[in-house]
């Protein structure tokens, strides 16, 4: 079957499509026939050698598609349901066919659209995570650095719909998005938490911090440790006494999010959609850092 990933680890030079034998799922495994699957930075840092992956390897991290053969043991799936889900390994996504974990699957409700589903396992399961982590009380003001990405979209919608008060960090071209979903934005860079400490008198009760090094040191400080996350710089939210994010990845998790799509609570804002014949151009555009919302690339919608 057709698939597109990466020869051997190192730049985009390295990605081709591939011509790979059609996967056999083994136990808590679905084989999916994708429909739509999402892009996410994880692909090109898998792609980089970030992860100690030298290749050659599928790209794609989440699917949604049609269930077309069960592992052994697995329940609650049936050939022919529409599912979206997680992928093995983090791998093997941007294929015809596809293996989900299906621990980490959920049926997709005919009220969500397939590009919406396969934007949800990853971006927004990370935002249901940290916010179920944070575990902040209504009326909690939450600052987000590095809102305006595929995760912090999200965050910032879970956000609000706990009642939590939401600052954003986000380049100027990303403000005004912000500012339509309901939080407060402010500019990144040196002068941060001077930013904040403008709009958030009282202080900010959590950070979660999605973009890493000298950005996360900025914004440590406003907040006690244990309310600091980051996805984006496990060592440094570390060392500065914070966490990462733990990660559910859960049949539950992804239909608690899927409801709130279908009832219209949550936008998944994917806003680029490219056929599988442009995947190179899908990758570029998330590894580019400047995209808007998510990416998703149409293997058989």
């Known amino acids: 079957m057709r698939a597109y990933g990466f020869l051997r680890a190192g730049g ?31 692909d090109w840092r898998l792609r980089r050698g970030e992860y100690g992956h030298e290749g050659p390897a599928v790209l794609g991290r989440e699917v949604a598609g049609t ?32 293996l989900v974990t299906a621990s980490f699957a ?42 305006g990405g595929g995760v912090g979209i999200p965050t910032v919608q879970l956000a609000r719909a706990r009642g939590l008060h939401v600052i ?66 496990k060592p440094l939210v570390a060392e500065l006494g914070g966490r990462d994010v733990p990660r559910d990845r859960s049949t539950a998790g992804l239909e608690a999010l899927a409801a709130r799509v279908a009832a219209q609570d949550l936008d998944p804002w994917v806003r680029t959609v490219l056929p599988f014949a442009r995947a190179a151009e899908a990758l570029d555009a998330v590894e580019d850092g400047h995209v808007l919302g998510k990416v998703v690339i149409a293997v058989d919608a």
């Open 168 to 233: 954003g960090t986000a380049s100027e071209g990303k403000q005004d998005l912000l500012g339509e979903l309901g939080a407060t934005a402010v500019v990144g860079g040196g002068d941060v938490a001077h930013h904040v400490r403008a709009v958030a008198s009282q202080g900010v009760d959590g950070v979660f911090d999605l973009v890493g090094g000298d950005a996360l040191r900025a914004v440590a400080p406003l907040t006690d440790p244990s309310r600091l996350f980051s996805v984006a710089d």
């Open 12 to 42: 985009p030079d390295q990605q081709a499509y591939l011509d790979v034998p059609v996967p056999e799922p083994g136990p808590d495994q679905l084989l999916v026939r994708v429909r739509v699957a999402g892009v996410n930075p994880g």
């Open 106 to 147: 959920a049926h997709r409700p005919d009220e969500v659209s397939a590009q919406d589903a396969a934007a949800l396992p990853v971006a927004a399961g990370t935002a249901y995570d940290a916010l179920t982590a944070l575990d902040l009380p209504a009326g909690a003001t939450l600052l987000v650095n590095g809102a």
């Open 67 to 98: 269930v077309v053969a069960l592992g052994e043991g697995v329940a609650g799936f049936a050939v022919g349901d529409e599912v979206f889900g997680g992928c093995p390994g983090m791998v093997g996504g941007w294929a015809e066919q596809a």
